[in-house]
């Protein structure tokens, strides 16, 4: 008997993008990297993608093991193989039905892994790889499997270190150009509390969860979720993002109590209750889902409202977080998010969040943003696109801007907030000089070579400056007096926000 009701049916077919990821993987291994990374939008299809690679290797003869993070994702993994035509799969999580080791696909949990060892394989693709378990890191770089292929797949690829067992990374589409083609659904983002962190420390780069749990379940804000939820989220299946168990339960009893049917879902969470969570999400039951870490990844659901209840310095969540809304459905023009956390005045849309490398070594504090940040409407609390004077929302005219920058004679005081004039412009001035933004970026990377940095610092210093990514094919040039006095300034300053 198989331990799911899914039919084996031919496999689906790859939309273009997803064609072209497979084709840009197939050049990464054919170029000698063994350990490439697919970054992959939420709702990409990468679980699809994934079934059409195995069937590929399984043509070929080959042993496949797909690593999943959770026990949770095990049975939706193999709902998908098995759509896709991928029937020969076995399971490797505890007493699993599906358990046979003798057959060429496994389906396995990472935590089990870590009890049984490593099975016989010819290709392993690591899901949600951004999370690192130390039982796959181990793995990687195991002598006996360094030429065996591993491929991670993440939407967010960016936790530190990641590059130190990946060596190539993948990008085939942002979340943005998915949005464009109608593959992602658009969003629309207010920001109708603000709540006062100054109090809360940070460990690991985010908020200490006690403290942050601490804040968020004060009567007022509660409330002003619930309310606003009321009064905004025009009845949207919704999911509630909180901070601990019991931020969540605390959030589900006002809902409760404002006659809203609310359900509730954290780790301990039995895999029969978590189904009929989400069978009655689908139904309408359930408006709103309360949640704590456990509807971040892999979850399929038809979201059209997220409620942010849970502030957070981490990109990786809050671009987790926010992917939840972003599956398309029928009927669905948009997904409407609630940010009751400022994260998104604090990290960007998600749509602005993308990095073109792996990173390496070890955790560092964030550096300080530059780049123009969403403003929210005074009027009705959207959260607008930086240098959008007409609210799209409600239609309120933000009074222009005041120049903000300084000046003494012979000084530039302030440098910011000019990035659309300096494209235009081609140039960047440095200490009274002018200098074409081509140079500039050939100076960065002739500086970058002599001094031995990593791949893309040189990229990501001219996005610091210019607000925006240098072109490609752009010579090295030796660095100037003006050049190294700016890269030394930046350096002091980042050094100074460390104490």
């Not at 990468?46 to 949770?72: D, Q, W, Y």
């Not at 799969?89 to 009890?115: C, F, K, N, Y």
């Not at 029928?330 to 005045?345: F, N, R, W, Y």
């Not at 009027?379 to 409600?394: D, E, F, G, I, N």
């Amino acid at each position: 008997m198989s331990a799911l009701p899914i039919a084996i049916t031919e496999p689906r077919e790859l939309r273009d993008y997803q064609l072209e990821a497979i084709d840009l993987l197939r050049g990464s291994l054919r170029s000698g990297h063994r350990r490439p990374v697919l970054q992959a939008p939420t709702a990409f299809g990468k679980t699809v993608l994934a079934s059409h690679v195995v069937r590929m290797a399984m043509e070929k003869g080959n042993r496949i093991v797909f690593t999943v993070p959770a026990i949770s994702l095990i049975d939706q993994t193999l709902e998908s193989f098995w759509r896709d035509g991928v029937a020969d799969v076995g399971v490797i999580q505890s007493d699993h039905p599906e358990t046979d080791w003798s057959r060429p696909v496994q389906v396995a949990s990472v935590q089990t892994l870590a009890r049984r060892g490593y099975p016989k394989a010819n290709l392993v693709i690591v899901d949600e790889c951004h999370r690192q378990f130390e039982t796959i890191n181990k793995w990687l770089h195991h002598s006996d499997w360094q030429r065996v292929p591993f491929i991670g797949l993440s939407a967010t690829p960016w936790s530190q270190g990641l590059g130190n067992h990946y060596d190539d990374l993948i990008i085939s589409q942002t979340t943005q150009q998915l949005i464009d083609a109608g593959y992602l659904s658009r969003y629309r983002v207010f920001a109708p509390s603000h709540p006062d962190l100054s109090g809360v420390q940070i460990q690991r780069g985010d908020y200490v969860e006690s403290q942050l749990s601490d804040v968020m379940s004060k009567a007022g804000l509660v409330a002003d979720v619930v309310e606003t939820w009321i009064r905004n989220g025009e009845n949207r299946p919704t999911l509630c993002f909180a901070v601990d168990c019991a931020h969540a339960k605390h959030l589900q009893q006002r809902f409760a109590q404002s006659g809203i049917d609310c359900g509730y879902q954290d780790a301990f969470t039995e895999a029969k209750e978590r189904a009929e969570i989400k069978r009655d999400f689908h139904s309408g039951r359930l408006k709103v889902v309360c949640n704590v870490g456990t509807l971040t990844t892999g979850v399929d659901w038809d979201v059209r409202c997220i409620i942010l209840a849970r502030p957070t310095r981490s990109e990786i969540l809050y671009v987790q977080i926010i992917g939840r809304g972003l599956r398309t459905a029928d009927g669905k023009a948009d997904c409407l998010i609630l940010d009751h956390s400022d994260s998104t005045q604090r990290l960007g849309f998600v749509t602005d969040i993308c990095h073109d490398h792996l990173p390496m070594g070890k955790e560092r504090p964030p550096e300080k943003r530059i780049e123009a940040l969403p403003k929210e409407c005074p009027s009705c609390t959207y959260l607008m696109p930086p240098r959008v004077m007409q609210c799209p929302a409600c239609g309120h005219t933000r009074k222009p801007p005041v120049s903000q920058v300084a000046t003494k004679p012979g000084e530039l005081v302030e440098v910011r907030g000019f990035q659309k004039q300096r494209q235009k412009d081609k140039t960047i001035e440095l200490r009274g000089r002018s200098i074409p933004l081509a140079q500039f970026a050939g100076e960065l990377m002739s500086y970058a070579r002599l001094h031995g940095y990593k791949a893309g610092w040189a990229a990501h210093k001219y996005r610091e400056a210019v607000g925006d990514w240098p072109s490609r094919g752009v010579p090295e040039i030796p660095a100037s007096m003006e050049v190294i006095s700016w890269i030394k300034s930046r350096a002091i300053a980042w050094a100074k926000a460390r104490h």
